[in-house]
């Protein structure tokens, strides 16, 4: 089983939609978790970090599931520009832990 | 304010020989941290330094090995490449973590494509 697991998607949907997918981690102790976003041929950039009580920032919120060892992001009234692959990275807590990103999910927002 | 930046953009390599990649973080920055990106692959953590030592690297074999320079640039060394190791190589910087790496947001530079024939 890989450590962080993403649907690599792609997900097509119409502009204006609510899409929300998931990324499942396999390490219990692991601490902290990131979105990221990558457009095609670029590097990626930080969205948001999630934290344990879930965030939002504008269309986008983040929420954590310890229990059940996945983070979401969801994304409402999507717009043309959200089209792009989207990271999640999950990390420990020491000094000496690895830094997971997931494979990515492809999302695509058609007009 | 400059970001991080990578060099060369593109590298081009034959199976055996040695590839090295270079990173500038973005000032103030002390970490760095290095992936490899093939394609359908997703990102790989390869490396982590900061203040010029090695604190942590991913499961890579030895010929993947690098360095911290003193005003905290970085390289990235590949010997005997082979063609699997043609991938997108990204470098990333954060300020100095007081606390767990995991608290700081990391800044990705462009990345440099690297093509083993």
């Known amino acids: 089983r890989k450590e962080v697991e993403q649907d690599p998607g792609p997900f097509n949907v119409p502009e204006g939609a609510t899409v929300a997918f998931n990324c499942t981690y396999s390490?219990?102790?692991?601490?902290?978790f990131f979105w990221y976003r990558q457009d095609c041929r670029k590097e990626p950039k930080l969205l948001m970090s999630?934290?344990?009580s879930g965030n939002e920032d504008g269309r986008f919120t983040a929420q954590l599931n310890r229990a059940s060892q996945y983070i979401s992001l969801l994304i409402r009234d999507s717009k043309l520009s959200d089209s792009a692959t989207y990271l999640c990275?999950?990390?420990?807590?020491?000094?000496?832990?690895?830094?997971?990103f997931g494979s990515g999910t492809r999302l695509s927002i058609r007009p | 304010e400059a970001g991080v930046t990578q060099s060369p953009t593109h590298l081009i390599k034959t199976r055996g020989q040695q590839a090295t990649l270079r990173c500038s973080p973005i000032?103030?920055?002390?970490?760095v941290y290095w992936y490899q990106q093939a394609l359908g692959l997703g990102l790989q953590f390869l490396l982590w330094y900061d203040e010029g030592e090695e604190r942590n690297r991913g499961n890579f074999p030895p010929r993947f090995s690098g360095r911290q320079f003193p005003n905290y640039s970085s390289e990235l060394n590949v010997n005997a490449l082979e063609l699997e190791d043609s991938a997108l190589y990204l470098c990333?910087?954060?300020?100095?973590?007081?606390?767990?790496?995991?608290?700081?947001?990391?800044?990705f530079g462009p990345g440099t494509r690297l093509l083993v024939l």
């Open positions: 999630v934290y344990s």
């Open positions: 000032s103030g920055h002390t970490s």
């Open positions: 990333a910087s954060s300020v100095s973590p007081g606390q767990p790496i995991s608290q700081e947001t990391q800044y």
């Open positions: 990275v999950v990390t420990g807590y020491s000094s000496a832990s690895k830094i997971i």
């Open positions: 390490n219990s102790a692991s601490q902290s």
